[in-house]
């Protein structure tokens, strides 16, 4: 993505969505896939997919709960508060590693939430 361009290596990165979900590099390559897509609104909704994608392939890990604090962040910083406060209520239950941060984003969330 970063030496050939994102046109170039999109559709290598694409395939990890189904023909190499089970390879060792999934995750990192679905993660990468959550970054091309975060940039545009109307890809807004893969980019959400990929991250539930690696949450829902590996949600006892790491790896897993920190791409579901991801989930939430990125819900918050597009203004979809709706969906940020049920992912970050998710983390509160599934993530409490990241208990501080979560409260204090799904604070935010909330308050941003009523005043829309």
């Known amino acids: 993505m ?3 361009g994102s046109k170039t290596a999109f559709p290598m990165f694409k395939k990890f ?3 190499y979900r089970t390879t060792p590099s999934w995750d990192r390559a679905m993660s990468v896939l959550f970054s091309y897509y975060q940039n545009k609104p109307e890809t807004y909704d893969k980019a959400a997919d ?3 994608q690696i949450y829902d392939k590996m949600p006892d890990t790491a790896k897993g709960r ?3 604090v991801m989930l939430g962040v ?3 910083c597009k203004g979809r ?4 406060v049920k992912t970050f209520e998710l983390c509160l239950e599934k ?3 990241y208990a501080k941060s979560v409260t204090d984003y799904l604070a935010e969330a909330k308050n ?3 005043a829309q």
């Open 112 to 114: 941003r939430q009523a």
């Open 95 to 97: 993530c409490p590693e």
């Open 2 to 4: 970063l030496t050939g």
């Open 74 to 76: 990125f819900y918050h």
């Open 81 to 84: 508060y709706g969906e940020a």
């Open 17 to 19: 969505e189904t023909q």
């Open 50 to 52: 990929a991250l539930l």
């Open 66 to 68: 920190h791409t579901l």
